[in-house]
Each structure stands twice: as C-alpha cells, then as structure tokens.
C-alpha cells in the first residue's frame, strides 16, 4: 500500500475495533488503545473473556459487534499470528467491511491478507497503529514516530546479532545458525553483525519499503534510537535528532531519554551481556537525566 493512501485512510477512519484487547498498565495494547482513544477515535474493544478495557464494555467476537451499533473503519489486531484469518472470516461476515484490516507490529498472516485484499479491504502487517498515525497525525504525541526514511540501516557494524536474536532469524529464514551466520554476518569487534550491501546499507534494507526481514529483525533495530548513547548523553541525543527525521524536536533529552527507557523495557529489548549483545543495549535506569533537566 502507498503511504498517501494509508495516510488518506487514516484520516477518514473514525471507529477502531481492538481485537485482544486489555488495559493492563505497561501492555503494548494498552498503550495503543490509550493512544488512539486520546487521539479522538471511537474504540470498540474485542474480547472473549474480559468484560471491559479502559471503562468501555468489551464484545466478545468481531461478530457481534453489529449487535453494539459499531461500524468499524479499522479492525485491528492484537493477536498471534495463527488466528488472524478465523478473524478475517469474521471480519468478511460483517454488514460493511472496514477500510483496513491492521495486523499490529510482529503479526504476519498472508492467509488472512488474502482474505482481506480479495474483499476489496487494504491490509497492514507487521506495523504499529499508533506509530504509522503519530508519524502521519500527531507529531506531538510521542518523542519518536519511524519515518522508514533507512538512515538508521545505514553503516557497517552497527546491527549486532544478539544470541536472542539468532533463533529469531533462523526461524525466518528455515536456516541452521551456522549458515545464517556465514551468508549473513561478519564478524566485527568479536561480535556477529548483518553484512551491508553495495550501496552502504544493511543487506535487507529496501528503499521505499523499510527493512525486507522486519519481523525477525534484530533487537538493535528494534530498539532505535533508543540506544545507550542517545539515552545518556546529551551530545549524542542531538546529534541524532539532526539526523534522524523521526524524533520530535520538541522533546527534550531527558523526556527522551525516560520514553525510550520506558520503551526497552516494555519490549524486553534491555542487555545486560556486553561481551555477545550491542552495547546500545546495555541501559541503566540511574544513567538517565534528572526529567527536571532543561
């Protein structure tokens, strides 16, 4: 999908169903909920069991949201993977089909995309709904917003493959992880890092369409640009925000530094072994500025 047209989606959608959804403080759903409810979105909230999310009464199934008066623009999802297209069935059975069918960051399904994209529904995979509408909406609403412009791809020795990393792009790739060591890494510092292709970027950067192997990507870029350096010194902090499109320039470092914290943590990207994981991992939260700090 061409950004102008997800951009124009997003502006025309009003109602979100939350499939899987939860309020439970520091979930990565909780936290997009909070976001798109703050940014003015009617949310309808999905699940089997729960019978609330943030004080909205919840529905059982996409099937039953008709029975609640809600129409949704977007059907979004928080769920694994092997369940998305029992819930695109669901979705299909609806009276009006919504405008996406969003499958939230980590959550492939090609089942279920061809489900949807054969309805005439646009598809998203692997991408956050409060990211991609921050970047397009909101630019205030949080210290990053990813502009997949690569220049975070760009380099060589940067994108350390961490021993948590390895399993992750071996599954991708139906590879042992002594080839997916040899085709794709080399050696640098004593640790693996992904090769670079001619151009200077990472070997599976693409232009125009981010990274190629971004659900088994490594937990450094995962983490970007929360990195160590950026977290802790000022200096680095600004240089990276001159380079890096996607972090607001109102914010401040040590606003940054608190987000960013907030966010390897909640995503269980913090290291603390130096010697195999990348250093811009390896945070403490006592380095961070005081948030008092102008």
């Known amino acids: ?27 990565p759903v909780d936290h997009v909920g909070r976001y798109l409810l703050n940014a003015g979105f009617n949310i309808m909230p999905v699940h089997p069991v729960r019978r609330q999310a943030w004080g909205i009464p919840t529905v059982r199934n996409i099937t039953g949201l008709p029975s609640r008066g809600f129409q949704p623009d977007i059907i979004c999802l928080f769920r694994a993977p092997q369940y998305c297209a029992e819930h695109a069935r669901e979705t299909l059975s609806l009276p009006r089909l919504p405008l996406i069918f969003w499958m939230q960051e980590g959550i492939r399904s ?17 991408r956050c709904l409060q990211t991609v509408h921050a970047a397009y909406f909101d630019e205030s ?58 151009d200077g970027f990472c070997l599976f950067f693409r232009a125009g369409k981010g990274c190629s192997i ?27 925000g001159e380079d890096c499109p996607g972090i607001a320039k109102q914010t401040t470092h040590a606003e940054f530094a608190r987000e960013g914290y907030r966010y390897l943590k909640e995503y269980k990207l913090l290291a603390d072994d130096i010697l195999h994981e990348g250093r811009a991992l390896v945070v403490k939260e006592e380095e961070l500025p005081p948030l008092n700090r102008g």
Do not use: Q
């Not at 999908?1 to 979930?27: Q, W, Y």
């Not at 090609?110 to 692997?126: F, N, R, S």
């Open 1 to 27: 999908m061409l950004f102008d047209d997800l951009r124009d989606l997003l502006g025309r959608a009003r109602n979100i169903a939350i499939v899987g959804a939860k309020d439970r403080p520091g979930s």
């Open 110 to 126: 090609p089942e279920a995309g061809m489900l949807m994209a054969g309805a005439g529904v646009k598809v998203v995979e692997d």
């Open 141 to 198: 609403s949080s210290v990053f917003a990813c502009r997949m412009c690569g220049k975070c791809c760009e380099g060589r020795g940067g994108i350390v493959v961490g021993p948590r990393d390895l399993p992750r792009l071996c599954a991708h790739f139906n590879l042992p992880a002594e080839e997916v060591l040899a085709r794709y890494t080399e050696n640098l510092g004593g640790k693996p890092t992904l090769k670079c292709g001619e």
């Open 214 to 240: 971004h659900p088994a990507r490594p937990a450094v870029c995962r983490a970007w640009p929360f990195f160590r350096g950026n977290l802790v010194d000022e200096v680095s902090f600004a240089m990276a």
